[in-house]
């Protein structure tokens, strides 16, 4: 039986791996997202910044590792079997449940989810023990679990995302009414002044405060306690001089040293505050083995089921090679992770200074928000003296956009004032926390700290407020959902290795490979598909020739997906199979909403063209109005195709469905035709189309004849003759929309001929 737990060692160092791989994919984007967003250094660079950050934070986060010990739960409480069952039950449910977060692009705490597991998990296997014991009741429970403890880092965590909103505000708010948005304009001595200030407190609190009960502190100690005023003010001179010479010297920018020092500052801080998320269970797995195993500490030879663990209630430190090894895994994963840029374009975009295609759809608790935000602000307006508000617009009036900047892959989501104060506040503020040794949430902080700044800076105006606080509203859901979540699986995880035994270990672990596996399968397959999506990562389009090729595209790739749409339709329908056609609607919907950003990028589209081209906007809308159309109709046959078998009406008849199938057929030559002709572009052949229109139409005729003869002459359903007749109707809509935009690209092929001889290019 004892090579069970060495079994569960090894798996549990499998799961740390794991862990460390899933958990860098959804926080890493934190201390990485204000250096992207602002765009002032290449992400080559940003990413060994970080990566050097990680790797002196991994060394220094050794303190930290109590908190998986004994933060939570009172250790010597609870047998060696009985630890080892807690902690092989949160790793698995951590792994499983950050992966679902990463693979929706949600950020979500890995401090939260291990606090929360390891507090389910112990609660659980504590009413096991209370269950089965004569003398002790529910009260007792409070005997097993560091109450005091628990609640203090809870509540630190919850603090947290009110005090980094609100300071990342205030301290955005004073940024920019100094600054405004013009820093290159401002005095050399002003820019060196704030630097000395951002650079000052970065370093403070990170080498300082951050190193504070760690080995490396014992030989700053002396010179450091008391000394912490002269300290910060020798800092502040000695950057706020060495900054302003260096301007005056050479162009050196304070605010791009900011950041990227800022970048490096919070991935320090990360790594040493949140290292014990995924590396913390394990290791105290290790130690709680070793101090089984050690015939000095377990003198009797205690089975596993008589060992308390109260061996992990003293101060255990932790090997820095194990840490350095965490930490190198952690700076492969910051390289060569995927599913972290999903995760990143939740933040940046909710944090976007411009307009973008917004993820979240409004709710009414966001209008309610903002149409209460909006009061307030009135009412302080009101407040204010005239000359002190007009003074407060003047600072926060955003510069007009150079027109060789309008390619919005080409602008930052905000720009450098906003970056620094990111990443100096949240730098700060976790810092703090990892000094007390309390492990608070490094992503609600950067979050709420870059969601403060942005409120601040007025990056959620009309046009984009009530999409940008349901955004926000749905993150912070998301993490009270984390923490319910962690709690209730690893409360059953737990439950259940009790009770079934070893035997269940393995299943568990063996499903979070599986559910893994098909995670990490399902992300490639969508990175594939989402590279023949309409809307791609492309330079906006400035010409009418441009135009004409994407659009080109465009259409040849919808052509391709409504014909296999189509076909699916008829089939499924046949077979009255709703499963497949419930799938089909969820395809035909996907689609539409790629149309639907396609039109919603319009605006920008018209604001990139050449003042020579500007008639290429007429094109391209004439172009997306016919692919609308084409959408309604394909949209039209799959919905009410669903509805009709989801009601449970009558099968289509056999002669229906001989006829719809010669249609499909038809149809797909048609289509596969048109396809082509847009691939390829080439529309020299396209009298052969507008015969197989007139074929096609004679089909669906014939076909609306037939029915009307079955209507008069046989007993025909209602519900029936109704589908059949849309869908026969709905399809010739459709062959005719794509003609129509065969017949646009020809006419502007020959107006603008002169332009360009090969217009295709």
């Known amino acids: 039986m004892d090579n069970i737990y060495i079994y569960m060692l090894i798996a549990l160092v499998l799961l740390a791996a794991i862990d460390l791989v899933v958990g860098v994919s959804n926080d890493a984007i934190n201390f990485l997202n204000s250096a992207i967003g602002s765009k002032v250094i290449s992400v080559r660079n940003i990413m060994i910044i970080a990566s050097l950050g990680i790797f002196l934070g991994a060394a220094t986060s050794s303190g930290m590792m109590e908190v998986a010990r004994k933060g939570i739960f009172m250790p010597g409480e609870f047998y060696f079997n009985e630890i080892m069952y807690i902690f092989m039950a949160v790793m698995i449910a951590d792994i499983l449940l950050l992966d679902t977060f990463n693979s929706l692009g949600m950020p979500t705490s890995t401090t939260v989810s291990i606090v929360f597991e390891l507090l389910g998990a112990a609660v659980a296997m504590a009413i096991i023990k209370i269950s089965v014991s004569d003398t002790e009741t529910i009260a007792n429970l409070s005997k097993y679990i560091n109450t005091a403890k628990a609640l203090q880092i809870i509540f630190g965590i919850l603090l947290s995302v009110v005090v980094a909103f609100s300071i990342g505000a205030m301290v955005q708010f004073v940024s920019r009414l100094v600054y405004s948005f013009q820093f290159e304009k401002k005095k050399k001595y002003v820019n060196a002044i704030f630097g000395g200030l951002a650079i000052t407190s970065i370093t403070y609190f990170i080498f300082m405060k951050g190193l504070k009960g760690t080995e490396y502190y014992k030989a700053l100690q002396g010179y450091l306690e008391g000394n912490e005023l002269y300290v910060m003010l020798g800092g502040f001179l000695f950057w706020t001089v060495l900054a302003y010479i260096l301007s005056l010297v050479s162009k050196f920018n304070v605010l791009k040293f900011i950041i990227g020092i800022g970048t490096f500052s919070l991935a320090l801080a990360f790594s040493g505050n949140d290292l014990v998320n995924f590396i913390g269970v394990p290791i105290a797995a290790l130690n709680s083995y070793e101090a089984w195993m050690d015939p000095l500490i377990n003198v009797d030879g205690l089975a596993a089921n008589e060992f308390s663990m109260g061996i992990l209630s003293k101060k255990v430190p932790t090997q820095t090679m194990l840490l350095l090894i965490a930490g190198g895994i952690m700076v492969l994963t910051l390289w060569f992770s995927n599913k972290a840029k999903k995760v990143a374009a939740t933040e940046i975009n909710l944090s976007r200074q411009n307009d973008t295609a917004e993820r979240f759809q409004p709710n009414q608790l966001s209008r309610f928000v903002v149409r209460g935000t909006s009061a307030l602000s009135r009412g302080f307006d009101m407040i204010l003296p005239s000359r002190l508000n007009n003074y407060i617009e003047k600072q926060f009036t955003k510069p007009a956009v150079i027109r060789h900047l309008e390619n919005r892959e080409d602008q930052p989501a905000f720009d450098m004032i906003r970056a620094s104060v990111n990443l100096v506040v949240a730098g700060i503020l976790i810092s703090i926390a990892t000094s007390y040794k309390l492990p608070l949430s490094t992503t609600y902080v950067t979050f709420m700290v870059a969601m403060g700044t942005s409120l601040a800076d007025k990056a959620w105006g009309r046009e984009s407020a009530v999409y940008r606080v349901a955004g926000v509203l749905n993150v912070i859901g998301g993490w009270f959902l984390t923490a319910f979540s962690a709690f209730m699986i690893a409360a059953i995880f737990v439950t259940i290795m009790y009770f079934v035994g070893s035997a269940s270990i393995f299943i568990l672990f063996a499903l979070v490979l599986f559910v893994l596996g098909r995670s990490t399968l399902k992300h490639a397959k969508e990175a594939k598909q989402t590279k023949a999506n309409l809307v791609t990562e492309k330079a906006e389009l400035k010409t009418i020739n441009s135009v004409m090729k ?201 107006l603008y001929k002169k332009d360009n001889t090969n217009i295709f290019g």
């Open 550 to 750: 994407d659009s080109s595209e465009h259409i040849s790739e919808v052509t391709r997906r409504v014909e296999k749409l189509y076909g699916h339709v008829v089939t499924d329908l046949s077979a009255h199979n709703l499963n497949k056609l419930s799938k089909t609607k969820k395809h035909v919907k996907k689609l539409n909403e790629e149309l639907d950003e396609l039109r919603n990028n319009v605006f920008y589209f018209i604001k990139s063209l050449d003042d020579s081209s500007v008639k290429a906007s007429r094109f391209y809308i004439h172009v997306l109005d016919y692919l609308q159309d084409v959408m309604q109709s394909i949209g039209y046959i799959s919905s009410t195709s669903f509805v009709h078998v989801d009601n449970n009406h009558k099968n289509l008849k056999k002669s229906q469905i001989a006829d719809l199938n010669k249609i499909k057929e038809e149809l797909s030559s048609f289509l596969h035709d048109i396809q082509k002709t847009f691939e390829n572009q080439d529309f020299s052949e396209a009298h052969i189309l507008n015969d197989k229109k007139e074929k096609l139409f004679d089909s669906i005729a014939l076909s609306l004849d037939n029915q009307v003869d079955r209507i008069r002459t046989e007993d025909s359903s209602k519900k029936n003759t109704t589908l059949y007749f849309g869908i026969l109707l709905e399809t010739k809509d459709l062959v005719r929309s794509l003609l129509s935009l065969l017949t646009l690209f020809d006419k502007y092929k020959t």
